[in-house]
């Protein structure tokens, strides 16, 4: 089956710093990506679609100068928590389409940020 | 706008009890419907899914029947394992832009 893996698996880092977590698309390349916010015994919160060679697409309520996306190529998209600060604590999910939009989507195993 | 209701959980059960999981939607159109399973540190996994009414989606012994009068995709397996012991999430996709939308997941206990 196809494999997305996510980097780093968990990370802790200061309030006022930025964090860089990338999603890979191991064996398939993804035009399109997603990237979800999982809080403790909550669902997943779609935050941004990211398209490869466009901008991202993000929720309504996502702020995009604080959540960087960037889908550089077919099989890399990168999220860039800014200035961080203890409320963006949270389980980062990624998932990348293969084929069409209609075509199953592949999740990543998380990413847990700890904003100290 | 678009959502997904799941059962609250904990749910636990003993090996080989009779499983459901319940699951109802709202939607605009004619939506997708999926069953993700995450097992302990690993990545959501479609486990089953159904396009139109009346649809089964079928895996690993679990089923599931898009039902467009009740607006429900309940999940069902008749003898759980300890091994199935996960959380589960409902999620519908609607429109051509990939996106799905989940419920809040429910977490499964299967005691030996």
């Known amino acids: 089956g196809a494999v997305v893996s996510q980097h780093p698996s968990r990370v802790i880092c200061k309030s006022g710093t930025s964090v860089k977590i990338e999603c890979r698309s191991l064996?398939?390349?993804?035009?399109?990506m997603f990237w979800y916010r999982q809080f403790p015994k909550q669902s997943l919160m779609l935050m941004a679609t990211s398209n490869e060679g466009s901008k991202a697409t993000y929720e309504q309520g996502v702020e995009k100068d604080k959540f960087l996306i960037n889908h550089a190529s077919l099989t890399l998209s990168t999220l860039t928590v800014t200035s961080a600060h203890p409320e963006d604590s949270s389980f980062y999910i990624c998932?990348?389409?293969?084929?069409?939009?209609?075509?199953?989507?592949?999740f990543g195993p998380g990413t847990r940020l700890t904003v100290t | 706008g678009d959502s997904v209701t799941q059962m609250e959980g904990p749910v636990t059960l003993s090996e080989e009890a009779f499983l459901t999981i319940n699951c109802t939607y709202t939607?605009?159109?004619?939506?997708?419907l999926f069953w993700y399973v995450q097992y302990p540190g690993e990545g959501l996994q479609l486990l089953l899914k159904?396009?139109?009414?009346?649809d089964k989606g079928s895996n690993k012994g679990f089923e599931a029947t898009y039902r467009k009068e009740t607006t429900s995709f309940h999940l069902e397996k008749g003898s759980v394992q300890v091994s199935d012991s996960a959380v589960y999430f409902c999620a519908l996709r609607t429109g051509n832009t990939g996106k799905l939308i989940f419920g809040q997941g429910t977490t499964l206990q299967v005691k030996p």
């Open positions: 998932s990348a389409l293969r084929g069409g939009p209609r075509d199953e989507q592949y």
């Open positions: 064996d398939f390349q993804a035009t399109t």
């Open positions: 159904a396009t139109k009414a009346d």
């Open positions: 939607a605009t159109g004619y939506p997708s």
